[in-house]
């Protein structure tokens, strides 16, 4: 069963942390060495409870271990869900020697771990990511944070976890568009930064679609690997680290505009990575070949390719304005100098931009090629 | 009018930040150096904006400085109220470069701090502290939150502001109620750390609350100094820091249960100072004539020397218990070992604090004196 197993580590001083795969680690791998009180309060919702909540008690013997179960979904990645987490805090008199746990999926995490952050000005938590996309991303490097109604994560914290256990097993449940959203951002580690990974992406995507385990197990590897090393350079996005949002501004518009929890984010990311690949071609800094790979691997992985229906270029340019990457109103975006070398850029030809809009809000009338 | 600038450091490594202390700093001290970006979100409530607001936006030249007026008191410390920051942040298109500028009393202080750490994960914060109690005590230190109602502060972050501005000209259009309770936190550092400042307060008390410009300021700059000196010692309250919660406890039951805001929080500490030095003496810590110096100088300031009408030692023992300095559910108490000497302790005798608490309730009856 742990034959499996793999760690590797996030470098960060004395806020290092483990990252732990393999398969069958929920109802047995002991965390209660990441556990420095008594206490523990596992965090979830209404969909991963039923399915891995006795698997993940089992992972603190010995600890008071109590539960607060929350809505699913993107819309409740708010601030009267995460009070809920608060409120049980407080009822069950956890000190600040508690440690927090969030098993689910990206909702989950960023919600517990901004619930951490802030509770008593900050405790300690832990990861037990259960999707495809919370395993390869958001459970990796201490972004954490709730959603306003006029911004995506626009209230939250940088909190590194204690460790981050991630049971690929857990994986096995997950409906095909969740494991499609995940491979969203799988992808994205190769575009930005690792051409022989997207290589192999190219080899092994029938595999992943198809969820076999060996072929899982080696993309969460490689995927957390990537994103360790970017998080260790720059924890708070001071730099390099933006490169990890390429598609994500173009996204973030996109589930903005459908309302939180209808595009799920991978999903988002997905056509958002398409946009910045057209765009990248336009502004003459990939090939159409390069950008015909990256339409490619993204609609192999069975991704949208094409912007929510009735959403225009004004849309996108009004949504666009407001993301957190936009420093003082100007807009920045990654794009692709080459494939495997992401940059993040002011210099956006806003002409070139419209006609990517265009084409992806299904106006063809301006498109180039 | 500048003479008497005065200026200390907090020292904590690349977080470090002056406290200018000076008559007439409000309308024209340029603090657009401590300002990284463009914008600038002055956060103030409805008392202070038509005292001080035209002269705070004339510390920022050049700048784009937008406001917030949120309804003043400590009812208001909740998220309702926080999201009111959050809202005209995202409005404005404030981006992560923004600097928000707290301009009140603590209330305005801790909130206008935990919008600063959580509004996109994190910007800078500069305080201007308007009242004696947030100029001696909340505004230096880091500590930001908000309430629950389960229990004060216990939503918030550690983040450090950029520069602490105090114009002791402010102080001149408090309530003498409000000096009293600013009063309370300047007698705790002499109690905690200086018996040379206690001796001087037990000097100028008089001077103290007849808003005595030279005095005043000398009692913040000392005060300051002292909370300087501690906080760079002991950033997040691993362990010295916690020396500061004198009276707290206490302070903190009666707060909650007299409802947030009937009571001054300095108030309650006042109160709470006293309970803490009768069972230093019942302790055998110190001597009758230390606790009766202490009750003296807390009753000078015309603090009160009685919890709230009603209120019973089980309400007490009942709120101290979820008070966050409680680790576990066990009782940690901030006693004298002498004056000037102040340690934080479980070793808490049960029955000598139901004495202090049955003669601060009123019922004398249990008291041994």
Known sequence: MRDSLRELSVELDDRSYPIIIGQGLLGGYDLSPYVRGSQVMIVTNETVAPLYLESARACFPGKQVDVVVLPDGEKFKDWQTLNLIFDRLLENRHSRKTTLVALGGGVVGDMTGFAAASYQRGVPFIQIPTTLLSQVDSSVGGKTGINHPLGKNMIGAFHQPEVVLIDTDSLQTLLPREVSAGLAEVIKYGLIRDTDFLAWLEREMASLIDLDTKALSE?????????????????????????????????????????????????AVGTGMMMAADLSLRQGMIGEEGRDRVVRIVGRANLPGHAPVGMTPDDFLRLMAVDKKNVDGSLRLVLLRALGDAIVTEAVDMQKLNATLQVFCGDTSNEEA
């Open 219 to 267: 993309a969460i590897y490689r995927s957390c690997a990537c994103k360790a090393e970017v998080v260790a350079q720059d924890e708070r996005e001071g730099g390099l680290r933006a490169i990890l949002n390429l598609g994500h501004t173009f996204g973030h518009a996109i589930e903005t505009f459908a309302g939180y929890g209808n595009w799920l984010h991978g999903e």
